[in-house]
Each structure stands twice: as C-alpha cells, then as structure tokens.
C-alpha cells in the first residue's frame, strides 16, 4: 500500500517474538502499534523498546493509568525514557491526575479513557455513574482535555458528541470497532466499524484480533488481512 491506515494494531500476545512478526507482517499499513498492560507486565521496557526498534511506527502504550497524582507522576516519569506516542491514563483519576501525567512527559500525548468499551450502560450505572454512558464519556473527556489530555478514547457511540464538546485539535482514538466482516464482538459491547467511527469523527481506530488471527496462516495471510481492512477505511 502506498499510504498507512489510520489503525492502531493491539499486539495482544503474551509471545514477544510474535508481536515482533505481527509488527514486520504489517509493516506500512499500520501507523501506531498498541502495547497493553499485559504486554507491558510480560516484557517491560526492554518489550516496548524491542518493538519501537523494529519499527518506525508509533507506539500506543495501553496502561490505563488510575491512582493519586503523585503516584500517576512517578508512574509517567519511570515509563518516559520509552517515549510512546500516546500513554493511556482513566479521565476518572480527574484533572490534577490527568495533569500530573501530562507534566512528566513532554514529548508523549497523553490520553485520557473515558468509558471503557466493555461495559453496557447497565454496568455504567452499576458502578456509580450518575449519567448514561454518552454523558459519562463527554464529562470525562472534558475534564481530561482541562487536565492537558492531548487525546481521548472513547467508544464509536460518542464520537459525535465528545467532538462536539473538545474541538477538532484533540484526538480521538476508537477500540471497539468491527470489520463488517468480524465474527463476534469480543469483549467489546458498544461497537461500530471502522469506516462508521472514522466518518463520525475519530482519529484512529484500534483494531486488534480481526487482523492478528489471520496470523494463523502466516505472515503473508496477516498482511493481506490488514491490507483488506485497510482499504476499506483510507
């Protein structure tokens, strides 16, 4: 392909030689490649480095960081040698979190979570949210973008509205997304395609086992699976 797509690959392995292969298999389709906290405690910084090695690419380190300024700060701080493109904090830890974050990384965008994609709105109201998951994901986005969240994640379903409430210079970035093509949803509940969440106004958009369990027939079916979605978005 002559242009990457606007796709974020989760390397969801507990394998660090396979995400190596997935990262090669893949290579100029895929701008920014998704390191997770299972990743992360597998293989620490010399895992995240390995990959950022092999790759010109961005990398998204997916730690969803939620805890006391202080700590979050000290967390920020430990992982910014590794220099990811984005690093993952909860918009719930609130802006001075948010903040704390942003301030111990200059090069990384920070980027906040709002609702995670895996709950229904049953489960937002379960654990304690006052509004549905619409709202929940708006007011969070907004405090991480007051907390200097250069970017959000947030369900397809509240693109449209978290656009319209932080302007057209913050990122959003979309996991649960599905080919039309998929079968199942995973983990995930609250779900679109690509092309949907695109045309409504995200970023990028994570996609993780629709491409990776082509691997199961080699390298070439891998990349030929990404080519195929990724034509369907650019």
Known sequence: MSKSAPIVLALDTSDLATALDWVQAT??????????????LNFGHDGV????????????????LHDIPQTVKGAARAISNLNPRYLTVHASGGQSMVRSAVDSLENTKV???????SLSESDVSEVGYGQN???????????AVAGGARAIVCSPLEIVEIRKSIGL??????????????????????????????????????????ITSAWSNGAQAMR??????????L
């Open 111 to 117: 980027t906040g979570v709002t609702i995670l994609t």
């Open 27 to 40: 290579h100029g389709i895929i701008p920014v490649y998704k390191l997770g906290l299972e990743f992360y």
């Open 133 to 143: 998951a619409l709202e929940s994901a708006v007011r969070l986005a907004k405090v």
């Open 49 to 64: 480095r390995a990959i950022a090695e092999s790759t010109d690419a961005g990398i998204f380190l997916d730690l969803k």
């Open 224 to 233: 030929e699976r990404a080519e195929q979605i990724a034509s369907g978005i």
């Open 169 to 210: 210079e913050i990122e959003i970035i979309t996991p649960g997304v599905r080919p039309a093509d998929s079968q199942g949803r995973d983990d995930q509940i609250r779900t679109m395609t690509p092309r949907e969440a695109l045309d409504r106004g995200a970023n990028l958009v994570v996609i993780g086992r629709p």
